[in-house]
């Protein structure tokens, strides 16, 4: 069974003016398109192709001869979260329960968010800001290019991208500015408080 491109959870317009149209087009329809045509070609006919995208990341994470698949299906599996980590008219009240977690693992929200923002803004060249599950607490962290927190152990419950093409268009060279829209204005806090109730 062929990986297959997901289909946004929004219209491609939705998230204007914090990330256009023409934002979400080239970033999922082109950039995402291109990694799930890259693993299709390269776990063709193996065992690997039956596998999830997270089963796959799993399977080949620290392996050399299997890199270029461990990224492409990284970015598939981080490029996924990213889109569902962000809805319409986004930003706004945390749940009662995700605040209170943030509260007692970082000390204030603001804290976090602090946190989260600086992480994204000091992840040099492309990657990925991440609010991970570790042991029974919610820590920030980055990870470069397809590196992603399933390959060792951490549950992620929120990320944002920050590799140039998710915000050129519409930030130009300012990842602050694209980081701050993010949290204020893009963020799905009830989807992460969904994923931080699951884990």
């Known amino acids: 069974m062929a990986f297959e491109l997901a289909p946004l959870p929004y219209a491609h317009d939705a998230l204007e003016p914090h990330t256009s149209s023409q934002t979400l087009h080239l970033h999922h329809g ?9 693993l299709n070609n390269l776990t063709k006919d193996s065992p690997l192709a039956s596998l999830s995208v997270v089963d796959v990341v799993k399977a080949t ?34 749940p009662a329960a995700l605040e209170a977690k943030l509260i007692a693992d970082f000390g ?26 570790d042991g029974g607490k919610l820590s920030v962290t980055k990870t470069g290019n397809a590196d992603t927190p399933i390959a060792h152990g951490k549950t992620p419950i929120l990320v944002c991208d920050v590799w140039e093409h998710a915000y050129y268009v519409d930030f ?28």
């Open 30 to 38: 082109k950039h995402l398109q291109t990694y799930v045509t890259n």
């Open 108 to 133: 204030s929200v603001a804290a976090f968010k602090e946190a989260f923002h600086q992480a994204g803004l000091t992840q040099f060249g492309s990657g990925w800001a991440w609010l991970v599950l």
């Open 61 to 94: 994470v620290g392996k050399a001869d299997q890199q270029g698949i461990f990224n492409n299906a990284g970015q598939i599996y981080n490029h996924d979260l990213f889109f569902a980590c962000m809805k319409p008219n986004g930003g706004g009240a945390i």
């Open 172 to 199: 130009q060279n300012r990842r602050a500015d694209f980081l701050k829209a993010f949290l204020e204005n893009l963020v799905d806090w009830d989807a992460a408080a969904a994923r931080l109730a699951a884990a």
